[in-house]
């Protein structure tokens, strides 16, 4: 499975943007760029995801390089509720990586 | 509508006993998975059922581990002769189906804490 690399924490401020980064310079091009966080003492919770072009959704944006090699994700006004850990993974679009492989994320902080 | 629901919360068990852990999936979902994660730690792949199709339990840790889903629906994982390292949250998830492009969806999780 590709592989994607996280920063291991970030440190935000009530109502500032966020930007999350990952890494994927081995994505290949059939992989979607799953994006899932976890609050505490809860289960995943979906984000986003995206292939080639930039997605923006009620909770998030997701900004992809043209190479695909990174992407960004992007919460507009950070929330004390969306401390959480932010888990990027890659997804074969030919549905052979049908279970999501999480890595230990990004601890995000936001400071009030 | 109503979400990936487990059973129990929280089960604590002594080393030894044999626990059940239920999950009800979103209706209709077809795919359905079971993740574990120990205290401070990733999460981790554990089975993953899809419609009739054999389930691919190429993540359970021990022959004391299985699982099994009846009518393509309610899935019971079973942990046989608990040891204190089962103790995690065990999260059961759903998908409308195996595409890369359908989004998981994941309940509470079941607590175990093996004494």
């Known amino acids: 499975d590709a592989k994607t690399t996280q920063p291991n924490s970030m440190e935000s401020n009530e109502e500032e943007p966020v930007h999350l980064p990952c890494n994927h310079s081995?994505?290949?091009?059939?992989?979607?760029i799953h994006w899932y966080r976890q609050l505490p003492s809860q289960g995943p919770e979906y984000v986003i995801h995206g292939l080639t072009s930039n997605v923006n959704n009620r909770m998030a944006s997701l900004a992809i390089a043209e190479d695909r090699k990174s992407s960004t994700l992007i919460l507009h006004r950070a929330t004390l509720r969306d401390a959480a850990v932010y888990y990027c993974?890659?997804?074969?679009?030919?549905?052979?990586?049908?279970?999501?492989?999480f890595g230990k994320g990004t601890l995000l902080t936001v400071n009030p | 509508g109503a979400g990936v629901s487990q059973s129990p919360s929280n089960k604590v068990t002594e080393k030894g006993k044999d626990v059940e852990l239920r999950c009800d999936p979103i209706s209709g979902h077809t795919a359905l998975y079971w993740y574990r994660q120990s205290l401070g730690q990733g999460l981790e792949f554990l089975i993953y059922?899809?419609?009739?199709?054999?389930?691919?339990k190429s993540g359970l840790p021990s022959d004391r581990f299985s699982a099994e889903r009846t009518g393509g629906s309610v899935s019971t994982l079973t942990i046989q002769r608990t040891q204190q390292e089962d103790s995690a949250v065990y999260l059961c998830?759903?998908?409308?189906?195996?595409?890369?492009?359908?989004?998981?969806?994941f309940g509470e999780g079941s607590w175990l804490t093996v004494v």
């Open positions: 993974i890659l997804r074969d679009g030919w549905g052979s990586n049908y279970k999501l492989t």
């Open positions: 998830a759903s998908s409308p189906g195996r595409s890369s492009g359908n989004t998981i969806y």
């Open positions: 081995t994505i290949s091009g059939t992989d979607y």
């Open positions: 059922f899809q419609g009739n199709s054999a389930p691919d």
